[in-house]
């Protein structure tokens, strides 16, 4: 086989830029609304802010200028890709919230063991396969995708939303109910997402444009994550201050929801913070819907093209009279299944 050098030229600024931006993004919405750092509004929270958006705002310029951009610009503004990313974002927030906040509810509003937690996702666990292999193989024999993104984010929107109504003495087998349909809903958006980007690309652009839906979603989530862990945080001091106050216990300033460790607790303050962990969980969850919204309305605007089977790309040494039937048997040859293409790719 020929073996075909290329010119690579690597983005040291472009990288960093990025890096420092997102890094002073994520450092900025963790410390905020923690008592022991600063408040959401303050100098310092805008200056974290303002500096990561400073620093992104550089990263489009030299991302513009240099030959070999790490996120290439002209990925970024295709329309689907565009759209795929945003989505993205707000399925990340869903995915890590759930997984991270789900866990503890089960054990602090619910009282049960880390194994217990673990075990009672798995209806998630398991609607997420369903959801992810199911609708792969039904894109694979009706070569159409854009019904079942906007299935999987009202499947998201409707199991979030269901999510938050639960509380300390909701059944197990509705927690479970609800979180399957959420499980679904993710396992139809992610991958998926990632399939409508790399159906629209080049050949040539498909890994930075996979590699940029899952940067952001990755991105979207440890910041929905650091949000949503503040307003929780803060909601779990609120409801319990007022829960103590209403059962006649007296509590010192902010120290309501200082400590999550209930085994040692009489029994009226462990119910009564179970209480407030619970309603608290449950109201993450419906700010996580109303995110997952955002996703709903990206996809509907995508523009659906028929799943391809074969690819794009010819060999850089083929001389331009080669690409006749020569070229185009090349390309059939690359001919195979949809999972395939998309993992050969």
Request: glycine share 12%; charged share 15%; hydrophobic share 50%.
């Amino acid at each position: 086989m020929e073996r075909i050098k290329r010119h690579v030229k690597i983005d040291w600024l472009g990288s960093i830029l990025l890096t420092s931006g997102v890094s002073l993004l994520l450092i900025g919405v963790s410390f905020a609304g923690n008592p022991a750092y600063y408040d959401w509004v303050s100098w310092q929270s805008a200056a974290m802010v303002g500096g990561g958006v400073v620093l992104l705002a550089l990263l489009v310029l030299v991302e513009s200028k240099v030959e070999q951009p790490i996120i290439p610009l002209k990925i970024i503004s295709e329309r689907t890709t565009a759209l795929a990313i945003i989505a993205s974002v707000a399925v990340g927030i869903a995915m890590f919230g759930s997984t991270t906040f789900l866990g503890q509810y089960f054990q602090v509003a619910r009282g049960a063991t880390p194994t217990e937690a673990g075990l009672l996702t798995l209806p998630m666990i398991a609607g997420n396969l369903t959801g992810s292999v199911v609708s792969g193989l039904l894109i694979s024999r009706t070569g159409k995708w854009k019904g079942y993104l906007i299935g999987g984010s009202t499947l998201l929107i409707g199991g979030l939303g269901l999510a938050g109504t639960m509380d300390p003495t909701t059944e197990l087998w509705q927690a479970g109910i609800f979180t399957a349909i959420l499980g679904v809903g993710l396992g139809m958006l992610m991958q998926n997402l990632v399939l409508a980007v790399q159906n629209t690309v080049r050949a040539s652009d498909i890994g930075s444009a996979s590699a940029s839906v899952a940067f952001f979603r990755s991105v979207g989530g440890a910041i929905g994550v650091s949000v949503l862990g503040a307003v929780l945080s803060s909601r779990v001091s609120e409801l319990a201050t007022q829960g103590l106050a209403a059962a006649g216990i007296p509590v010192a300033g902010g120290s309501a929801g200082a400590s999550m460790d209930l085994v040692d607790m009489p029994a009226p303050v462990r119910e009564i913070m179970r209480a407030a962990y619970g309603d608290a969980t449950a109201e993450a969850f419906l700010i996580s819907a109303g995110v997952a919204v955002v996703a709903l309305i990206s996809v509907l605007f995508i523009k659906e093209r028929p799943l391809r089977r074969t690819v794009d790309i010819q060999p850089e040494a083929q001389s331009g009279a080669g690409t006749g039937v020569g070229a185009d048997a090349g390309a059939d040859a690359e001919s195979t299944t949809p999972e395939l293409a998309s993992a050969n790719r």
